[in-house]
């Protein structure tokens, strides 16, 4: 029963977040304002999915209803029976549609392949260079190096080919992301034995693996990590209690002791279904709260607000999956996938 009523609780919460991004009064050719607003998160009545409207102004093949009109409303007709009908009963019910998503029973699922063709092909995901030139060189190092995760002597001879290499980062960021890990294979390989593993926490992960990685690659950026369970600022402004793992905060953009959160994540032990959709659920509202504080604040990123992009990470043990948050029409917003980590035997 106890199990239940927090069930309840919790979804109480993430749909009472409807529209939080509902700021757009102030943009260039804003919407006006939603015609209706739920007040609950229980299954909605025939007569108010019937008269929901949005105003997102996407219209697929010349569609009477607007696509948000039509996510939305099937959302309000949504019965939530766990976390993963949760996910999508709240993204409806908040402006969000997730097409990365490729499992069965999405916010797609009622439309057909042509139609949900269709709706990627007018709300493309956004794609970001992922060449590195030192990644790269530093690959060669190890092509010309023959052996495997096992042998010391060849991780030992590859950490020293890569500690004499020349670079041009300022702060060797690279170099230090491949010597970190290689010095786990090397020193500390029973964190990537199947077997350990079962005995890590999710704290283990953050302490002895992703704490190190994150704070190396934002060394020097001026950005900030806070780790462990917080609530930023922008939360509790809309009197929410979403605790995050992680918290990236930029304090060249604070304003008026509000610090400005710029990304967020979530950490878990292992990769497990029920814990994403939870996870991703949570980083996506507390992602949308946090595009909401850079809109508010710059009147050139209301100009250009589909151009800004709102960066979480979900990771599960060793695996981790980069998303941008970012709008996709007035009060729209997607999230979208743009790197995964995979363990490998290798």
Request: contains cysteine; hydrophobic residues 35%; proline residues 2%.
């Amino acid at each position: 029963m106890l199990d239940g009523e927090r069930r309840d609780s919790q979804l109480r919460q993430y749909s009472e977040l409807t529209f939080i991004n509902n700021t757009q009064e102030s943009y260039t050719n804003a919407p006006a304002k939603r015609k209706f607003r739920p007040k609950s998160a229980t299954t909605a009545t025939p007569y108010s999915a019937s008269v929901f409207e949005e105003t997102d102004g996407i219209y697929i093949n010349n569609a009477i209803e607007s696509l948000g009109t039509v996510i939305g409303r099937t959302a309000r007709n949504l019965t939530v029976t766990d976390r993963k009908s949760r996910y999508f009963h709240a993204f409806g019910m908040n402006g969000v549609i997730d097409l990365s998503d490729n499992s069965t029973d999405t916010q797609l699922s009622n439309f057909n392949q042509d139609f949900q063709a269709k709706i990627k092909q007018q709300l493309p995901a956004p794609t970001f260079s992922q060449t590195n030139s030192i990644a790269s060189q530093l690959e060669e190092i190890q092509n010309t190096l023959h052996g495997s995760r096992d042998d010391k002597c060849y991780l030992k001879k590859y950490i020293e080919n890569i500690n004499q290499a020349k670079t041009i980062e300022k702060y060797n960021t690279t170099k230090r992301l491949y010597i970190f890990v290689l010095e786990l294979l090397l020193y500390d390989g029973y964190i990537f034995d199947e077997d350990e593993a079962e005995k890590f926490s999710e704290h283990d992960y953050q302490v002895k693996v992703w704490g190190q990685l994150m704070e190396t690659v934002f060394r020097g950026s001026g950005v900030i990590l806070h780790w462990s369970d917080r609530v930023s600022a922008n939360c509790k402004r809309a009197g929410q209690r979403m605790k995050m793992d992680l918290r990236v905060i930029a304090n060249t953009l604070t304003k008026q002791d509000v610090q400005a959160d710029t990304g967020a994540g979530e950490l878990s032990k292992k990769v497990e279904k029920s814990k994403l959709y939870r996870d991703k659920l949570k980083s996506v509202l507390s992602s949308k709260l946090n595009l909401n504080q850079r809109l508010d604040e710059s009147p050139f990123s209301k100009i250009n607000a589909k151009t800004i992009f709102v960066p979480f990470v979900i990771i599960m043990g060793l695996e981790a999956i980069v998303y941008t948050l970012n709008m996709a029409s007035n009060g729209f917003v997607l999230p979208n996938k743009n790197y995964e980590t995979k363990t490998t035997k290798r």
